[in-house]
């Protein structure tokens, strides 16, 4: 029942799990933790966390106790509707229920502090967690960085990744395509440039979003031909394909450039592709 209830929700079958929970309960078959934690992840997922706190009370009565999978939903939950002080609140109280916070669960906070622009709380659960022995990951780090950059605190961002590196996280392609975008957004072009050709001599392999970032910024910068010779240097890379957004990104400059014949043989080239124009 579980297996196929988590199958319905990860299908937005929402409706027929919940059947089929029914369905399950009419049978006499006893739910578990992790059938109700995945209806409960399903609710947060919506944004439905009143109807998710309803079923972790039904939980709590059958003799099921949550555990921080399951607190971890009502988190996310709580973040996704940007209602950050109810979430701080669950979260403090998760010691007093016998649940211990995770990498994964602090991780989660500090997105929403992110999101939400409140950096100072985010930043001090990061040293909370180091504070408590809990070792933050490449996606905890690399949270902050994107949250810096959107926000263009570039120089916090910067620390942030001495102080990733320094902790023994390497960053990783979404790392650097989150301080990539940003400094292409404020004209740090060659900078961004620069970065580039470093990792490309690192032991990471740019990937098709890192490419499709520095194209469009090289196109909006007038700097077209170096943008057509980036597309045609993905476009001969064995494990990447340019992607709908990378295509769509070179047409449109190639247009804006007066090159439409170039941009037209393009577009009957993404038209054989996996990618069809949309």
């Known amino acids: 029942y579980s297996c196929l209830i988590h199958g319905l929700c990860a299908s937005s079958r929402k409706n027929e799990a919940i059947l089929l929970f029914g369905e399950m309960l009419e049978m006499n078959v006893i739910p578990n933790v992790v059938t109700y934690t995945i209806l409960i992840d399903s609710f947060c997922k919506d944004g439905m966390v009143r109807e998710a706190k309803a079923i972790v009370k039904v939980m709590m009565q059958k003799g ?44 989660m906070m500090i997105n929403g ?44 961002a910067e620390t942030v990744l001495k102080e990733m590196c320094h ?25 961004a440039l620069a970065l580039f050709q470093e990792i ?23 700097r077209g031909k170096e943008a057509r010779d980036m597309f045609s240097e993905l476009s001969k890379e064995r494990d990447l394909q340019p992607n709908s957004y990378t295509y769509t990104t070179v ?12 941009a037209y043989d393009l577009f009957r080239t993404m038209e054989r592709s996996i990618f069809p124009p949309d």
């Open 167 to 191: 902790h023994g996280q390497l960053p990783n392609v979404v790392t650097y395509n989150s301080l990539l975008n940003g400094w292409c957004k404020i004209g740090h072009l060659d900078k």
């Open 200 to 222: 490309k001599s690192s032991r990471l392999k740019p990937d098709v979003v890192m490419y499709t970032i520095l194209i469009d910024s090289l196109w909006k910068a007038g």
């Open 113 to 156: 502090y992110c999101k939400s622009g409140r950096f100072s709380e985010a930043k001090q659960l990061l040293n909370d967690m180091i504070k408590k022995d809990l070792v933050p990951n490449t996606v905890t780090y690399t949270t902050l960085v994107d949250g810096f950059c959107r926000a263009g605190r570039f120089k916090d």
């Open 64 to 107: 099921q106790h949550p555990d921080i999978v399951t607190y971890n939903s009502l988190l996310d939950g709580y973040c996704l509707r940007n209602e950050l002080d109810k979430a701080r609140n669950l979260f403090n109280s998760l010691g007093s229920m016998e649940c211990e916070p995770t990498v994964y669960t602090y991780t």
């Open 251 to 262: 047409i449109d400059g190639l247009c804006r450039h007066g090159l439409v014949d170039e």
